[in-house]
């Protein structure tokens, strides 16, 4: 894969593929009702397997195309396409079925009166029985290191808490695909590492595609498969973490500042008059270009 770039005069984002795609965008805007645009003639893609991450800097839209791919917004132009069908017009029935959303905010997902109770919603719904859906709940509570948090009420646990018990709502039931906006934000680093481990164990086990936005880019770096920058409301380049993160000035023209580890290898390559002829994304590549 190489880096594309959005060509502005484009009447059209590259044609839906129904038989690889998961999600297709095909230039959405999107306006609030106070007049803020939220994204504009967007594009985007997911396709099966994939992990794909959204970055960018505050306000470029990140949120709200999330928003978008489960129904909960609704294009003012363009259209969307989910698993085939067309979402962006009317027909968004079971909808949450195919694609599930981990909110930036956990409060706006959380509402029963116990976290197990919480969890175990999404499966009843799905039609499970009380026994299948509670064990459903317990591990996917399991799985995001959150069981011992079952019994308690999830307006009294931390945000770091909240964001677990979120997160293993939509995983007890799973969809097609996981939005999960700024999955990691909030958590420390061992609750950020579980759950940086189980995006990429989702799409293993039970081929869940994941769409991660986040501003932690050696998060992406390390996970992602594809690489979207989005500014002013729209992905305007796109390609693998290693491209993306090793063209400085398409970071900077993003609004952002390169992974970790590439400042790391750059500076080192600096220091010690070598050339930058590797390109890490993550500390086992970085050791190995150093050596
Ligand atoms: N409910 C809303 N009403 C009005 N404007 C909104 C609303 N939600 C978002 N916006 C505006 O839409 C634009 C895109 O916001 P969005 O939240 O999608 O950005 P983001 O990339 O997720 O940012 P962040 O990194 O800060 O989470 C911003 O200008 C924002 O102010
Ligand atoms: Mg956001």
Not at 19 to 29: G, K, M, Q
Not at 38 to 44: E, N, S, T, V, Y
Not at 205 to 228: E, G, M, N, P, Q
Request: overall charge negative.
């Amino acid at each position: 894969m190489t880096i594309s770039h959005r060509d502005p005069n484009a009447p059209h984002c590259p044609a839906y593929n129904k038989e690889r795609e998961l999600i297709h965008v095909d230039c959405a805007s999107h306006c609030y009702p106070d007049g803020s645009v939220g994204i504009h003639d967007m594009c985007f893609y997911v396709k099966k397997d994939e992990i794909v991450a959204l970055c960018g800097p505050n306000g470029s839209g990140k949120s709200t195309l999330i928003e978008h791919l489960n129904g909960l917004l609704t294009p003012n132009k363009g259209a969307i396409w989910v698993n085939g069908r067309l979402i962006s017009v009317g027909e968004k029935t079971d909808l949450w079925k195919e694609v599930g959303v981990v909110f930036q905010r956990s409060d706006d997902q959380l509402f029963a009166p116990t976290v197990l109770d919480d969890v175990m919603f999404g499966p009843l719904n799905l039609g499970m029985t009380p026994e299948k859906a509670q064990a459903a709940a317990l591990a996917a509570l399991e799985s995001v290191g959150a069981a011992d948090l079952r019994e308690r009420l999830p307006n009294y646990l931390s945000g770091g808490q909240k964001r677990l018990v979120s997160i293993a709502g939509i995983l007890a039931m799973k969809p097609l695909v996981i939005a999960f906006d700024e999955p990691t934000s909030d958590l420390d680093p061992v609750h950020a590492g579980i759950i940086e481990h189980l995006i990429t164990d989702l799409r293993e086990r039970f081929r869940i595609s994941a769409v991660i936005a986040t501003h932690d880019l050696d998060l992406a770096a390390r996970i992602a498969d594809r690489v979207c920058l989005v500014k002013n409301g729209s992905v305007f380049a796109e390609g693998e973490p290693r491209e993306i993160f090793y063209d400085i000035a398409l970071i900077h023209e993003a609004g952002l500042e390169p992974p970790q580890i590439v400042k790391v290898y750059l500076e080192y390559c600096r220091v010690h008059g070598r050339e930058p002829d590797a390109r890490p994304v993550r500390m086992d590549e970085l050791m190995a270009a150093i050596r």
